[in-house]
């Protein structure tokens, strides 16, 4: 069974920080592209971070120089770490995987106007001022 789990998120006060996990099972990382997004209430879903499966990476700009994404594929784990926290990252925040366009199913929400693969169920981020 194919899974993306989510884990790591929790309440922060601002300039505080976090590391969520994402940790797939069913495929490997290797194979895919993997992103976080967000989605705060009455918000579209938004791309915070991705990782390609040769390993470059893309931040949206509210978030460049504050967090960072990394793998590692010996334990099947996207890592989003979020330094200096501010009220406005508070969002539920997921993994997705693409695979391929070939592969990609409609999901949650569209991110940046595109489909993915594989889908978490997310983890909630509060950041209190």
């Known amino acids: 069974e194919v899974q993306l789990v989510e884990s790591g998120g929790g309440s922060v006060q601002a300039g505080g920080s976090l590391r969520l996990s994402c940790t797939a099972s069913?495929?490997?990382?290797?194979?895919?592209?993997m992103v976080w997004y967000r989605q705060a209430p009455g918000n579209e879903c938004k791309l915070v971070a991705s990782v390609s499966s040769i390993g470059s990476t893309y931040y949206a700009d509210s978030v460049k120089g504050r967090f960072t994404i990394s793998q590692d594929n010996a334990k099947n784990t996207v890592y989003l770490q979020m330094n200096s926290l501010k009220p406005e990252d508070t969002a539920v925040y997921y993994c997705a995987a693409d695979l391929g366009q070939l592969t990609v199913v409609a999901g949650p929400c569209k991110i940046d106007g595109r489909w993915y693969t594989y889908w978490g169920q997310g983890t909630q981020v509060t950041v209190s001022s």
């Open positions: 069913g495929f490997t990382l290797d194979d895919s592209d």
